[in-house]
């Protein structure tokens, strides 16, 4: 299955191979991709025989034998770890996400953003310094986060709420998609992991940090987070404004104060909802 449909003639032989194994792990993970022992099997000698057999031969002869053999090795591997991972995010966003428009968008960031760090993880093993579970799982938290970021045009809370985004990476790191060789060497990692909560968290106000601070024409009030984590709206503050308020007389100072107590007044219903949500306003 893993090599019908595929062109051999003018194309480099490491695409072929990796073709190839895509092909093999997507019908694989379609008729398998529920059992439990999958993760046990070993299908690296079934795959290189597949090279060696379906290849044409003049093609397959002009390449070194050690050489065959890590070409089939990494192709083995990535596609095996890319092809897992897409039918389980699948079935884990299913539940979590209603809107077709967002879950479209999650699968093409998470395919993307684990793609990248996988690689990078492969990188890391062949230089004998793999990272760790928990440095490869920030990774992907930050990868998927700041390109819904960007691709929101720099306001995450709207493109993905942050609640969501934790459940999501919770449920995801529980259901099995980190990769085997670092679930091989470290274990899995705990149940509701509070990394997971801590990573999203930065992300979210960093983005929010940004996006406030990237408005100074927004308006004359900001939000800012309290001491207990919940949004407040503030005056905001031009350059220089605290000295010329320190020079203001007793009768500009009270004007100014009347007009902030009339501001205060009119956003104190905002300012009770996004507080009781934990949210800034969209």
């Known amino acids: 299955a893993g090599a019908h449909g595929l062109v051999f003639d003018g194309r480099p032989f490491a695409d072929l191979v990796h073709d190839y194994c895509d092909g093999v792990f997507s019908n694989i993970m379609q ?10 099997a070993d299908f690296l000698f079934a795959v ?10 003049d093609l397959v002869a002009e390449v070194d034998g050690h050489l ?29 996400v209603q809107d077709p ?10 395919d993307w953003s684990r793609r990248e760090v996988v690689r990078e993880m492969y990188r890391r093993f062949e230089a004998n310094c793999p990272p760790g579970v928990d440095e ?76 406030n601070q990237g408005k100074p024409s927004a308006g004359k009030h900001e939000w800012y987070k309290d001491d207990d984590g919940k949004w407040k709206r503030r005056k905001r503050q031009a350059p220089g404004e605290d000295a010329a308020e320190e020079s203001e007389g007793p009768v500009a100072k009270q004007a ?23 949210l800034p306003p969209p």
């Open 136 to 211: 490869f799982v920030v990774s992907w938290i930050q990868m998927t986060l700041s390109r819904l970021d960007q691709d929101s045009g720099g306001n995450l809370y709207r493109a993905c709420k942050q609640a969501l985004a934790t459940q999501l990476f919770n449920a995801l790191c529980e259901a099995g998609t980190l990769p085997v060789p670092l679930i091989a060497q470290y274990g899995p990692p705990p149940r509701n992991w509070p990394l997971i909560a801590t990573v999203v968290n930065q992300c979210y106000d960093e983005s929010w940090k940004q996006w």
């Open 68 to 96: 065959l053999e890590q070409l089939v090795l990494k192709a083995h591997d990535r596609a095996y770890e890319e092809q897992r991972f897409s039918v389980i995010q699948w079935e884990t966003l299913g539940p979590l």
């Open 256 to 278: 100014r104060a009347d007009g902030e107590e009339d501001a205060k007044e009119e956003h104190e219903a905002a300012d009770v909802v996004v507080g009781e949500l934990g």
């Open 48 to 57: 290189d025989a597949g090279v060696r057999t379906l290849f044409p031969p």
């Open 31 to 40: 008729n398998l991709g529920n059992r439990l022992w999958l993760n046990q």
């Open 101 to 110: 428009r967002l879950k479209k968008q999650l699968v093409d960031v998470l």
